[in-house]
């Protein structure tokens, strides 16, 4: 199996005229530092590329890690790309939430391929060590991410080099392998004692803050991939945000907080229904409607139910103890109506579980 892979990427301008001679692959985790550290000190240029989705990435730290690293590190955005796979099912499955950290190895690294020509590098690096985790790191799953991202004679993984086979870039002598690592396992006692030798202090932390491996985050997405048809990342971030409801297909996120509302009001998109009261302090709500129910008499019913079901949420609102007025915009378009603010309304709004993401999973994919 090979994968195509298109993404944006979104480089600063000073990356345009620059060479390097490999592309890493840099999470940000101790492993991604080391691995690129130990290319870049036999006298290689390496650029790292920090993969952004809304399941992962920091791209704030970007900055932080140049100055603190001196590593030259670009943010790549696969947001699309990684909905899409996530939509057609990942081949190699799951892991123990909706992580499918193995087709998410040879996403992004299929991707880095593609961008070895754009930067004159020969080369791509991995902060993989054998076995040690227990998805994507088993001896098998590094020889299926090598096979089926297309990468076996470009990829380099420096921590394990000496437990696993010479690479091209070994036997040419362009890398010298006596200075690569024999680490193998899930203990991180060789990359602490390589991080000292480096002079790094300041030691990253474990895991990468991947949502997709948590339960929570996870069962905030299941309902996207049930009931939205053709889901983007901007559906993805939506969910990241605020409280989230479900009524059939037919969803409503309520910010919890002025960071929320702020968050929500950037990713109200054309078709949305924003929720506001007219004359009280509330949450912003934004209602995404099923496409099917726009226009149709179900529509009005299902934005009073939600009107009065977020303004359950503005302590003010239940206080008033009758009516309150709710702005309703779409498109630029404001109307304003009277609702009871009730937590129990017909439409039944609910948190979605992990108990139906892990319904949804086993529908749709094996797992790992
Ligand atoms: S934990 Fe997340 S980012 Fe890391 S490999 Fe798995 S799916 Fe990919």
């Known amino acids: 199996m090979r994968v195509a892979v298109r993404a944006r990427s979104r480089y600063p301008a000073w990356i345009m005229n620059e060479r390097y001679d490999a592309l890493s692959l840099f999470s940000g985790g101790l492993d991604s530092l080391l691995a690129h550290k130990l290319i870049q000190r036999q006298g290689l240029r390496v650029l790292g590329l920090h993969f952004v989705s809304p399941f992962f990435g920091k791209p704030h730290l970007l900055d932080h890690w140049r100055a603190t690293y001196g590593v030259d590190v670009v943010p790549v955005d696969v947001g699309e790309a990684y909905v899409r796979m996530l939509e057609r099912g990942p081949a190699h499955g799951l892991g123990s939430a909706l992580n499918p950290c193995v087709d998410c190895k040879i996403l992004m690294l299929a991707h880095a391929k593609t961008l070895l020509a754009q930067h004159g590098a020969r080369f791509l690096v991995s902060g993989e060590v054998v076995g040690q985790r227990p998805m994507s790191q088993r001896r098998d799953a590094l020889n299926a991410i090598r096979r089926d991202a297309d990468v076996?004679?470009?990829?380099?993984?420096?921590?394990?080099?000496?437990?696993?086979?010479?690479?091209?870039?070994?036997?040419?002598?362009?890398?010298?392998?006596?200075?690569?690592?024999?680490?193998?396992?899930?203990?991180?006692?060789?990359?602490?004692?390589?991080?000292?030798?480096?002079?790094?202090?300041?030691?990253?932390?474990?895991?990468?803050?991947?949502?997709?491996?948590?339960?929570?985050?996870?069962?905030?997405?299941?309902?996207?991939?049930?009931?939205?048809?053709?889901?983007?990342?901007?559906?993805?971030?939506?969910?990241?945000?605020?409280?989230?409801?479900?009524?059939?297909?037919?969803?409503?996120?309520?910010?919890?907080?002025?960071?929320?509302?702020?968050?929500?009001?950037?990713?109200?998109?054309?078709?949305?229904?924003?929720?506001?009261?007219?004359?009280?302090?509330?949450?912003?709500?934004?209602?995404?409607?099923?496409?099917?129910?726009?226009?149709?008499?179900?529509?009005?019913?299902?934005?009073a139910d939600a009107a009065a079901f977020a303004a359950s949420y503005s302590p003010k609102?239940?206080?008033?103890?009758?009516?309150?007025?709710?702005?309703?915009?779409?498109?630029?378009?404001?109307?304003?109506?009277?609702?009871?603010?009730?937590?129990?309304?017909?439409a039944n709004w609910r948190e979605p579980t992990w108990a139906e993401a892990e319904a949804w999973k086993k529908e749709r994919a094996p797992v790992a």
């Open 317 to 346: 609102a239940r206080r008033a103890g009758g009516p309150v007025r709710v702005d309703v915009t779409r498109g630029g378009q404001t109307r304003v109506i009277e609702v009871s603010p009730s937590r129990n309304t017909p």
């Open 152 to 303: 076996k004679n470009l990829l380099l993984r420096p921590l394990s080099a000496l437990v696993l086979e010479p690479t091209p870039m070994e036997e040419s002598g362009l890398v010298d392998r006596s200075r690569l690592l024999n680490a193998a396992g899930r203990g991180r006692a060789k990359q602490l004692a390589l991080a000292a030798e480096m002079g790094i202090t300041e030691i990253p932390t474990p895991g990468g803050g991947c949502r997709l491996t948590e339960k929570e985050p996870s069962a905030r997405y299941a309902p996207i991939f049930r009931h939205r048809p053709s889901p983007s990342a901007h559906d993805f971030l939506l969910a990241n945000t605020g409280r989230q409801f479900w009524s059939g297909p037919h969803w409503l996120a309520v910010g919890r907080d002025q960071a929320d509302n702020e968050r929500l009001a950037a990713l109200v998109r054309e078709d949305d229904i924003v929720l506001d009261l007219s004359e009280l302090p509330s949450p912003l709500a934004v209602l995404r409607l099923h496409p099917d129910a726009r226009g149709t008499v179900q529509e009005d019913a299902l934005v």
